[in-house]
């Protein structure tokens, strides 16, 4: 079956960074990964040092692509590229995972096209394709009430933000699931319509 399309969840490479609010899409990408593994629907590909890469059989859609790019995030690029060209697939195919300091914590918003909002991994992927005409999952952190920005994104979740993940994971799953079946406007609803921290949030868990 051909590669319908290709899911990056970014992040940094290396047990330092794990669980890092910058590595969000590292985390969605082993969510994918792990749901994919339990209906046994995932088989690697040969690892390169660029990026850790599978192909997924994703529910109500066909053969995805998911990445983890090993280039660390500024470099994200130089990993998504090569397995775009080499299997051919559209950029409007390419679904990207990342954290978003514009959107609170516990929300996410599906965009297509448009700047990276100084996003590194986000510009990276656009200058070496030469265009922003892709699909990302912005995932919601916040910013810092006071401090240093870039220990805040390079930080661990808090304990009261790491018990949302689950849910806040699931959708995001659900969301790229959906676009994946070829409904990117549904998707979009279902992730701009979540919201974690809020009693009366929509979930599709």
Request: glycine share 12%; net charge positive.
């Amino acid at each position: 079956m051909p590669i319908h399309g290709l899911f990056a969840g970014l992040g940094n490479p290396g047990s330092e960074y794990a669980h890092t609010r910058h590595n969000f899409g590292f985390l969605l990408a082993d969510a994918v990964l792990e749901a994919c593994r339990s209906r046994n629907a995932v088989r690697s590909l040969s690892a390169k040092g660029r990026y850790e890469a599978w192909i997924c059989s994703i529910p109500r859609g066909e053969d995805w692509i998911v990445v983890k790019p090993q280039t660390f995030m500024n470099c994200s690029g130089e990993a998504v590229l090569p397995l775009l060209r080499y299997y051919r697939i559209p950029l409007d195919m390419l679904f990207v995972a990342h954290d978003e300091l514009d959107l609170p914590f516990g929300r996410m918003r599906i965009k297509s096209g448009g700047g990276s909002a100084g996003h590194k991994g986000i510009e990276s992927i656009a200058t070496l394709a030469g265009s922003p005409a892709f699909y990302r999952l912005r995932l919601g952190i916040g910013k810092p009430t006071g401090g240093d920005t870039v220990s805040y994104v390079l930080g661990r979740f808090n304990s009261g933000e790491t018990s949302l993940l689950p849910q806040i994971l699931e959708t995001g799953m659900q969301a790229f699931y959906t676009f994946a079946a070829g409904a990117p406007k549904e998707a979009g609803r279902l992730a701009n319509a979540f919201d974690a921290c809020s009693a009366n949030s929509v979930s599709s868990a």
